[in-house]
C-alpha cells in the first residue's frame, strides 16, 4: 500500500567548529606606564599578585614631579600675593590716588596665576597624581584584575618611554577569539550559543554565546573571527589558552 504525502521543509541545526585563543575582554586588561621620568624606590606588588582599585604598586623619585610640585607653590604664594595687592588697590582707585590701570594689571598678573594653577593640577590629575609632597610617585591599580607582568625592579630609571611597568588583567573577564572558515561566515550569527573547550585542562566544555562578529575574511587564513563570551566567571583558565569553539546554528 502507498501513501503518498506532500514535502515540508524544517530547520536544520548544525555546529561550526573554529579554533581560537583566549584573551581579556574589552577594558579587562590595561597598562600601567609612569607618567614622569624618575627612579623605582620600591615595588610592592609581583607577577600573579591579585591588586584591587587603588593598590600600591610601586613607589618611585620624580625630579620632574619635584619640579612641578614646587611650582605650585609657588604659584599659590604668588596668587595670595597679587589677590591681597587688588583689594590694597580697590579703595585708591576709587580716591583718585592710584590710577585704575594699577588694578586691571594686578587683576591681569591674578588671572594669570590661577590659570597657570589650574593647568598644573589639570595635568597632575590627568597622570592620576593625587596629593603627596617632593618628588615622592606612587602608582597605583585603577581597577581590580591580577598582576601579569612587572617590567621594573628597585634602583631602575624610568620614563614615560620606558613602556608599561605593569600589566594587569581581570581573570574573570576572558572570551575567546575564534576564526572560522570563510565557507561558514554566512551561517554565524550573533546571540547563538557557543562553547569551548580547552585541552590543557582536559578539555572541560565551558558555555556561553556569540557577542560580536567580525564581518570581514582574512586575506591569508581566508578565515573570519567571532568572539565567545562565558556565561560567568570561569575557573583555571588564563589568557592565550588555545581552545576549539562550537558555535550551534539553525538554517
Not at 108 to 121: N, V, Y
Not at 192 to 206: I, K, P
Not at 221 to 238: H, K, N
Amino acid at each position: 500500500r502507498l501513501v503518498t504525502a506532500p514535502a515540508e521543509s524544517s530547520s536544520v541545526a548544525s555546529d561550526l567548529i573554529g579554533f581560537g585563543h583566549l584573551e581579556f575582554a574589552p577594558g579587562a586588561a590595561y597598562s600601567v606606564k609612569t607618567p614622569f621620568d624618575g627612579f623605582v624606590e620600591k615595588v610592592h606588588v609581583d607577577v600573579d599578585d591579585l591588586a584591587d582599585v587603588g593598590t600600591l604598586l610601586a613607589t618611585l623619585r620624580s625630579p620632574e614631579l619635584a619640579t612641578i610640585r614646587a611650582d605650585l607653590s609657588k604659584l599659590a604664594v604668588k596668587i595670595r600675593a597679587e589677590a591681597l595687592n587688588g583689594k590694597r588697590l580697590e579703595p585708591l582707585v576709587v580716591d583718585g590716588t592710584v590710577a585704575e590701570r594699577e588694578l586691571v594689571e594686578a587683576r591681569a598678573r591674578l588671572d594669570a596665576a590661577r590659570s597657570e594653577e589650574a593647568g598644573l593640577r589639570a595635568a597632575l590629575k590627568a597622570a592620576g597624581v593625587n596629593g603627596g609632597k617632593s618628588d615622592v610617585l606612587h602608582l597605583r591599580s585603577t581597577l581590580r584584575g591580577k598582576v601579569l607582568s612587572r617590567n621594573i625592579s628597585p634602583g631602575e630609571r624610568v620614563s614615560a618611554e620606558s613602556g608599561p611597568l605593569f600589566t594587569i588583567g581581570d581573570p574573570d573577564q576572558l572570551v575567546v577569539r575564534a576564526s572560522f572558515p570563510e565557507r561558514d561566515s554566512l551561517l554565524l550569527r550573533e546571540g547563538a550559543r557557543c562553547s569551548f573547550a580547552v585541552h590543557s585542562l582536559s578539555g572541560r566544555v565551558h558555555q556561553g554565546t556569540i557577542t560580536r562578529i567580525v564581518r570581514s575574511v582574512d586575506p591569508k587564513t581566508r578565515a573570519t573571527e567571532a568572539i565567545c563570551e562565558t556565561d560567568g566567571p570561569v575557573e583555571r583558565l588564563s589568557a592565550q589558552m588555545v581552545a576549539r569553539v562550537t558555535v550551534e546554528v539553525v538554517s
